[in-house]
């Protein structure tokens, strides 16, 4: 089946823009994870949905951060009056449940450049 | 804090050598322990995970991991590495497993000479 999708691929924006990033999980997938990724480091933890609500999100580093997902499927991160610091790359995980257990598979990835 | 350190920046190795990749995290209480692995241009994908039992862990291709306790330490290992091995290996923890957010570390890059 297909695996975890991530649009756009790349996104180049001005500083002070605001953007939007999707992530479609694998159906069936109770969990979305997503992580942030800059050069030379490993995944960052953001925030962690199970179904609709936000479990988690002790790792969105400021309020204009903000991710969402109404129906419990795809999920939007949300990057308001972004900054260079942010320029990263965005990963999209998704698993069955929301336990450790449960294989988080990724997706692609959105490379996320703030000139 | 919580941490995840991985000791190489740039491993590399020539094809049939064995490989020995460390990892050591913070103490935390119960730990759940991962290694995922991204080729080039590929997603990162699970490699191998621990969660009880036996210390010694097989994942995928060949690699397996051990980890020891009084360590805090989850090393990567394979007796005999292949071109195809090359790849950025990252480890990974989970921190008390009612949920699964990971703390990753900065991940090693594997480079095998054909």
């Known amino acids: 089946g297909a695996g975890v999708s991530q649009t756009p691929s790349n996104k180049v924006t001005e500083k002070g823009k605001y953007v939007e990033l999707r992530c479609d999980p694998i159906?069936?997938?109770?969990?979305l994870y997503w992580y942030r990724q800059s050069l030379g480091q490993g995944p960052e933890f953001l925030i962690y949905?199970?179904?609709?609500?936000?479990?988690?999100d002790s790792g969105l580093p400021n309020d204009r951060f903000f991710a969402v997902r109404p129906e419990g499927s795809v999920s939007t991160l949300k990057i308001q009056r972004t900054e260079r610091g942010d320029s990263a790359v965005y990963l999209c995980?998704?698993?069955?449940?929301?336990?450790?257990?449960?294989?988080?598979?990724f997706g692609p990835g959105t490379r996320l450049t703030v000139l | 804090a919580q941490s995840v350190s991985q000791h190489n920046h740039h491993v590399i190795l020539s094809e049939a050598a064995s490989l020995e990749l460390g990892c050591n995290y913070s103490?935390?209480?119960?730990?759940?322990l991962f290694w995922y692995v991204q080729y080039p241009g590929q997603h990162l994908q699970l490699l191998l995970k621990?969660?009880?039992?036996?210390?010694l862990v097989k994942g995928i291709k060949g690699f397996e991991a051990e980890f020891i306790k009084s360590k805090f330490s989850f090393n990567l290992r394979k007796p005999s590495v292949q071109w195809s091995d090359t790849a950025e290996y990252f480890c990974?923890?989970?921190?008390?497993?009612?949920?699964?957010?990971?703390?990753f570390g900065k991940g090693t890059k594997l480079s095998v000479k054909p």
């Open positions: 995980a998704s698993s069955l449940g929301g336990v450790a257990l449960d294989t988080q598979y």
């Open positions: 159906s069936g997938h109770t969990a």
């Open positions: 949905f199970q179904g609709t609500g936000a479990a988690d």
């Open positions: 103490y935390g209480g119960t730990v759940n």
């Open positions: 621990y969660f009880s039992g036996d210390p």
């Open positions: 990974a923890v989970n921190y008390g497993g009612s949920q699964g957010n990971l703390i």
